[in-house]
């Protein structure tokens, strides 16, 4: 059952279920988070809130009758069909128009979503995200707050958790865009060791236990991972190494960054049809999805973000975090003092949309099934193009990726890596093609415990199995053509 | 002529008519702006840019035909009603529909819309927001950004520009939630003196001219100012005063953060008819709007911040910020480390409001212009009721406002002050009306310069004329009948 306490709430009722020993979360904070202080217009109004009928001539809110939108129509496809996305795809299929209206009944009035808001999203919208965390993930009393994505949600922890000369740990290929926005915030990111299944946990653990203070500064308290087709590797942890790894954080105290973008794009899932008959396409998915480290998460260490980018469009810039109260109160005041609070278009369009007059949840699983479905075929139609236009010349392989959009390719040689990876690079480029080189995801290590250099280990291409058919075919055509004539 | 640069852009072509000694503005910058990198993945992409027809497997964007939003459908008033607001409130106006399309043509295709974008936003509503500034402000060379809005356009200008131990200068009352966002970055906010017509040139150059590095730290670089209807005091600044302020911005070498969500909401304005029919509502609207700081900006030192949030709606979260292409590619570096880019359906609707589908630039003047009148009824009112049931009690006095939504009432006591103001609010609130208190909104000054201590100059209160007319009457009666408890 998953909590979701007033702005003001104390963390006193939430924490109850969570480890006693863990309640003091404010020692994970950087000292600006500790230092930021409540916004003083709201706490006045939630003061003048405390009597109905209260008159407000306190806030320079425009009246909903001024404003010049009186409803919204989403147009999307009918949940009804038997496979959506295929139907949706062709053309075949029915479509459904959702609504959001100022002056008429429906899940999210206009009038709501277009007033100044809270900074952690609309009661409706935090509910229906609620809903759906508690049956796929039945996290153990946390908090949902929204965010505008992954990259707003990472960057906005990162700014809660790291003081300047921190150290977070790492995948050691990861999301660079990510780990870059938090050096100049001080923070330097120490790269853990990863193999074919990901970040690998003997790694986690030597890193920490044979962590020097007086050498190497603070032991790491943050660890941000990428759980499921790990940008860029596309690698999924296991059950086990997921919790091998909440043991090792729980050990040495540690916060994990759950960054879960693609989480609910897995492959070969094994679905139950008769589960799906008698209790509906959530509890189907639930059943089979990987587990997260929400799931397990008793402490209060796991801040997770998922993200609406993946599943419905990248242009949405609307995510959720989940993670204990008191983290969830922190971020809402950093999202008050930067953001302000998610756009109401976009909680309008969410909450018609899980809501009763649009798929609801249950809908809403039904089409990221069968979006699975999509990107299943369109996997496994690179990997045979990939067996037949490249992986016969013996100069690249790669693993079947389990979930989301990547396959991690190796390819070239391992001594003189990096520059023979550069100039491979620019030949792709130059024969029309854009696969990106590990070299972009590569976290060097700083602390100089880990042997080899990583610029040895950058021989790998990430590449999407997510466009076009058409783009599939040619641009493996081009790759295959490409390494046959750079290695020949 | 607003020249808007691609994101890759170096400073140099958008310099040209700046001031030559102004054009290092990394100086300026915080040191966590200075240390950020642009995001590598990114950098990848638009070197593969280069080549037409390159495939790309570079990135894990979802295809267009996946979005599962076809169509989203804007209902908006005609604005070829006489006077749109009024028809609009009162029902009696034709609608119009502006649709944003997936597969058909329209002014922003949903498939860019709902892609990832840049951080500045998309072309399309950057150069309509771009013309739309031309026409007012007709900036010297200055770059468009698109914002979530003011509280996120404004903290990331603190970010880019405070370093720990920095003082910024402000209004001695102000906008106190975004002050407040400044303080865990290690800000602090050096107050000036106001009187009834706003900031006092006088007393920044006093501020300034007396700084004493040694014992002050280093002298302000930065000015938080809001010109028209400052928030909370409603004063708009005179051009004169605007003169005077930038003169000594130049002459200090200090950054303008011109935070304007008001500008648009101006009363009393004289229109010139003839204008409006012979040129349209933008040309005649400028004929008689402030003139911004932006507008006499030949130094590239102001960072002005536009807003929807008031003359559209606060839920839009989209704004604009214009300053020169430098600190323009500084904010959109920023934002890419963030909250990533403006959300698409903000954007499409932007695109379709000031498209030719929509309303246009000119229509969007139109509503304006029926807003402003809108709200001068509003005011008008707020003043009358104000003169019957409150002021003849002699217990509180108001300017009339030419802006915006706030009065700033006088009233109390000058001794003691703080702790009977804080009584009356909340007999005030007792008897069931919020209003704003001034010390919700005082700066305290923490040089000792400034002679007697904000806290004797807080009998004020800041109310809003924005509400229905039964809002202004009964909390107006209420607050006569309060003071008249209070006082007799």
């Not at 089979?288 to 990248?314: E, Q, T």
């Not at 496994?380 to 989301?404: H, N, W, Y």
């Not at 620019?426 to 100089?448: H, Y």
Request: glycine share 8%; proline share 5%; hydrophobic share 40%.
């Amino acid at each position: 059952m998953v909590f979701l306490p007033s702005a003001t709430s104390a963390t006193s009722a939430a924490d109850v279920g969570l480890k006693r020993s863990h309640v003091d979360y404010s020692r994970y904070l950087s000292a600006e988070a500790r230092s930021r202080l409540p916004n003083p217009i709201k706490s006045i109004w939630k003061a003048a809130q405390v009597k109905p009928g209260t008159i407000n001539m306190g806030n320079g809110d425009p009246h909903h009758t001024l404003y010049p939108i009186s409803e919204v129509n989403f147009v999307v496809p009918s949940i009804d069909e038997h496979d959506p996305v295929q139907s949706w795809r062709s053309g075949t299929g029915e479509q459904n128009i959702i609504s959001s209206y100022k002056d008429e009944l429906c899940a999210l009035s206009l009038r709501t979503a277009f007033a100044y808001g809270a900074g952690a999203g609309l009661k409706d919208v935090r509910d229906a995200l609620a809903d759906l965390n508690d049956r796929i993930h039945s996290p153990p009393n946390h908090t949902v707050s929204l965010s505008l994505g992954n990259a707003d949600a990472l960057t906005k922890c990162f700014r809660l958790l790291g003081d300047p000369g921190d150290s977070f740990l790492c995948e050691e290929f990861t999301f660079s865009a990510m780990t870059n926005a938090a050096l100049p915030l001080g923070i330097e990111w120490v790269p853990i060791r990863m193999d074919n299944n990901g970040l690998v946990p003997s790694d986690l653990e030597r890193i920490l236990s044979s962590w020097d203070e007086a050498k190497q500064g603070k032991r790491p308290h943050v660890l941000y991972t990428i759980p499921c087709s790990q940008n860029p590797t596309g690698s999924t942890l296991s059950l086990e190494r997921r919790q091998q790894i909440y043991q090792i954080a729980h050990d040495w105290d540690i916060i994990i960054l759950e960054d879960d973008p693609y989480f609910f794009l897995q492959y070969d899932l094994g679905m139950s049809q008769s589960t799906i008959q008698q209790y509906g396409h959530t509890r189907a998915m639930a059943e089979v999805l990987p587990r997260s480290f929400l799931s397990m998460d008793y402490d209060g260490r796991v801040m997770r973000l998922d993200s609406f980018s993946k599943i419905v469009a990248p242009g949405m810039r609307l995510g959720w975090v989940t993670s204990n109260s008191y983290f969830a109160d922190k971020l809402d005041m950093l999202t008050d003092s930067s953001s302000q609070h998610p756009h109401g278009m976009g909680q309008a369009f969410v909450a018609e949309l899980l809501g009763s007059n649009g798929w609801g949840v249950d809908g809403f699983m039904k089409w990221i099934l069968s979006l699975c479905n999509e990107y299943q075929r369109r996997r496994d139609l690179f990997m045979d193009v990939f067996r037949q236009k490249v992986a016969t010349s013996g100069f690249a392989s790669a693993e079947v990726p389990q979930s989301g959009m990547f396959v991690w390719i190796k390819s070239g040689p391992t001594t003189n890596t990096a520059d023979l990876m550069d100039e491979l690079f620019r030949k792709l480029l130059n024969n029309g093609l854009v696969m990106m080189p590990a070299s972009t995801f590569a976290i060097a290590d700083r602390t100089g415990t880990m042997g080899s250099h990583i610029n040895d280990r950058v021989n790998f291409f990430r590449a999407t199995f997510v466009g076009t058919d058409e783009t599939i075919r040619n641009g493996l055509a081009t790759f295959g053509r490409t390494l046959e004539e750079f290695f020949l």
